[in-house]
């Protein structure tokens, strides 16, 4: 059975939050030099919602993984457990925070998703309930969100793993919803 | 009536009978005027939530019956283009050693891509709306997970509540959910490449692992009941109630619960 305590529901708090950040627009794929998408981006009126976004880049395996971290200003959004599970997988658009944050892998887009999901540690943990982020590459391994770029790094790192010697492709870059 | 087999137990002929129509199907219509990319769409479409607010394939009750349809469909279509009626989707049962990754099968692997022989390009197989840029099948085996044990799916099977409320990723008491995330998803993270991927279905060993996934159903349905789906009738809103449609298919959970209806059986 999953672990639901205190240490749970503040893990939602903080989920919630940060779910703001890291759920990523197609738009993303227009501000993609390497991709063929053309048009206005859909982001040069944005204003941002709350503090600064925190930029980070690393060379991982041979490819440059940079990205931007957006908190949305939602880091004092305190949702319990209850209110976030029964968001269900609409908890991207119901939240309104698309679009805030970003990965590129060798300045190739990719477009992210905010699940809510149960985790099965592999430590021995009991398995627990959090937010998890996908995008098209790691679409059955989500990666649980944190309240720093750490998530979006190794998310990064993950899609490097699986990439090996490849890139991604314009398909990535995809929005989509749960 | 389709005789579905363990991938173990499957001849030569059997296996070259059902790659050859794979490939077929790849570049000819069925007699349902469906195409083997279809398939991919739609895996594409349904995965996300749709302009009708349901999460109709994944992380929702709909995962099991939405699968079964997917399944039975590219089964008829596959009966279609090869002009053989017996032909059908093996399951391929992880916990064991029969692998279908070999060279008169799924293709073999080489530095992560299928790159000759079965499922190769040159061999005739064409990779579809790839989020992965490469021209490749494309396989990582056991670089991001292991496969489930005989434990595992024992412990899976053994829950008995098929799902409930909030009907998401989230519910712990739920053999859909259970059945999902630790045997489904850990399979695919297993095969990692292009079966990590939203257009899983590039890979024809999709197929055999959803087989095995309706199998196990099928065997937990015979255990818990036929006709166990949850939410029932008009209860519940984003997720497809027993007798709501599934998109695209136009059909019900409930006309979906039994598998002699449906014309095939496990073997």
């Given at each position: 059975?999953?672990?639901?305590?205190?240490?749970?529901?503040?893990?939602?708090?903080?989920?919630?939050?940060?779910?703001a950040?890291?759920?990523?627009?197609?738009?993303?794929?227009?501000?993609?030099?390497?991709?063929?998408?053309?048009g206005?981006?859909?982001?040069?009126?944005?204003?941002?919602?709350?503090?600064?976004?925190?930029?980070?880049?690393?060379?991982?395996?041979?490819?440059?993984?940079?990205?931007?971290?957006?908190?949305?200003?939602?880091?004092?959004?305190d949702?319990?457990?209850?209110a976030?599970?029964?968001?269900?997988g609409?908890?991207?658009?119901?939240?309104?925070l698309?679009?805030?944050?970003?990965?590129?892998?060798?300045?190739?887009?990719?477009?992210l998703?905010?699940?809510?999901?149960?985790?099965?540690p592999t430590?021995?943990?009991?398995?627990?309930?959090?937010?998890g982020?996908i995008?098209?590459?790691n679409?059955?391994d989500?990666?649980?969100l944190?309240?720093?770029?750490?998530?979006l790094?190794?998310?990064?790192?993950?899609?490097?793993?699986?990439?090996?010697?490849?890139e991604?492709?314009?398909?990535?870059?995809?929005?989509?919803?749960? | 009536?389709?005789?579905?087999?363990?991938?173990?137990?499957?001849?030569?002929?059997?296996?070259?009978?059902?790659?050859?129509?794979?490939?077929?199907?790849?570049?000819?219509?069925?007699?349902?005027?469906?195409?083997?990319?279809?398939?991919?769409?739609?895996?594409?479409?349904?995965?996300?939530r749709?302009?009708?607010?349901?999460?109709?394939?994944h992380?929702?009750?709909?995962?099991?019956?939405?699968?079964?349809?997917?399944?039975?469909?590219?089964?008829l279509?596959?009966?279609?283009?090869?002009?053989?009626?017996?032909?059908?989707?093996?399951?391929?049962?992880?916990?064991?050693?029969?692998?279908?990754?070999?060279?008169?099968?799924?293709?073999?692997i080489?530095?992560?891509?299928?790159?000759?022989?079965?499922?190769?390009?040159?061999w005739?197989?064409?990779?579809?709306?790839?989020?992965?840029?490469t021209?490749?099948?494309?396989?990582?085996?056991?670089?991001?997970?292991?496969?489930?044990?005989?434990?595992?799916?024992?412990?899976?099977?053994?829950?008995?509540?098929?799902?409930?409320?909030?009907?998401?990723?989230?519910?712990?008491?739920?053999?859909?959910?259970?059945n999902?995330?630790?045997?489904h998803?850990?399979?695919?993270?297993?095969?990692?490449?292009?079966?990590g991927?939203?257009?899983?279905p590039?890979?024809?060993?999709?197929?055999?692992?959803?087989?095995?996934?309706?199998?196990?159903?099928?065997?937990?349905?015979?255990?818990?009941?036929?006709?166990?789906?949850?939410?029932?009738?008009?209860?519940?809103?984003?997720v497809?109630?027993?007798?709501?449609?599934?998109?695209?298919?136009?059909?019900t959970?409930?006309?979906?619960?039994?598998i002699a209806?449906?014309?095939?059986?496990?073997?």
């Open positions: 059975m999953a672990d639901v305590k205190r240490r749970d529901v503040l893990r939602y708090g903080a989920a919630g939050a940060t779910t950040a890291t759920a990523l627009v197609a738009g993303q794929a227009l501000a993609s030099p390497d991709t063929a998408n053309t206005s981006d859909p982001k040069a009126n944005r204003k941002p919602a709350g503090p600064e976004p925190e930029e980070f880049e690393e060379t991982y395996r041979g490819k440059r993984i940079r990205g931007r971290y957006n908190s949305g200003g939602l880091t004092s959004l949702l319990g457990l209850g976030l599970t029964s968001l269900g609409d908890i991207t658009r119901t939240l309104g698309a679009g805030q944050s970003e990965v590129y892998v060798n300045n190739r887009a990719l477009a998703t905010a699940i809510p999901t149960m985790f099965f430590d021995g943990r009991r398995p627990y309930v959090g937010i982020l995008s098209a590459i679409h059955y989500p990666v649980e944190e309240l720093n770029p750490n998530c790094r190794k998310l990064g790192k993950k899609v490097v793993d699986m990439l090996g010697d490849l991604l492709s314009g398909d990535a870059a995809q929005e989509h919803t749960h | 009536m389709a005789d579905r087999k363990s991938i173990a137990a499957m001849t030569s002929a059997e296996k070259t009978a059902f790659a050859n129509a794979l490939r077929t199907f790849k570049t000819t219509a069925a007699p349902s005027g469906r195409r083997y990319n279809w398939y991919i769409d739609q895996h594409i479409t349904y995965f996300a749709t302009n009708d607010q349901i999460s109709h394939a992380q929702a009750p709909s995962f099991f019956p939405w699968h079964r349809e997917y399944l039975r469909l590219l089964e279509d596959l009966q279609g283009v090869s002009g053989n009626p017996n032909l059908f989707i093996p399951y391929w049962d992880w916990t064991q050693t029969a692998s279908p990754f070999t060279a008169d099968f799924c293709g073999t080489t530095n992560g891509s299928v790159n000759s022989g079965n499922f190769s390009p040159n005739g197989w064409s990779i579809y709306r790839s989020s992965i840029q021209n490749f099948l494309q396989r990582r085996l056991g670089q991001g997970a292991s496969r489930p044990t005989t434990a595992a799916v024992n412990n899976v099977q053994a829950f008995t509540v098929y799902d409930q409320s909030p009907w998401n990723g989230t519910v712990s008491n739920s053999y859909r959910n259970r999902e995330i630790e045997l998803n850990r399979v695919h993270n297993y095969v990692g490449g292009h079966m991927t939203r257009e899983a590039n890979d024809p060993v999709f197929w055999l692992h959803h087989c095995n996934i309706d199998r196990l159903w099928w065997l937990w349905q015979q255990n818990r009941g036929i006709d166990t789906y949850q939410p029932r009738t008009g209860t519940t809103t984003r497809v109630d027993n007798t709501e449609t599934m998109q695209p298919f136009g059909r959970p409930s006309s979906v619960r039994d209806a449906l014309g095939y059986t496990y073997v």
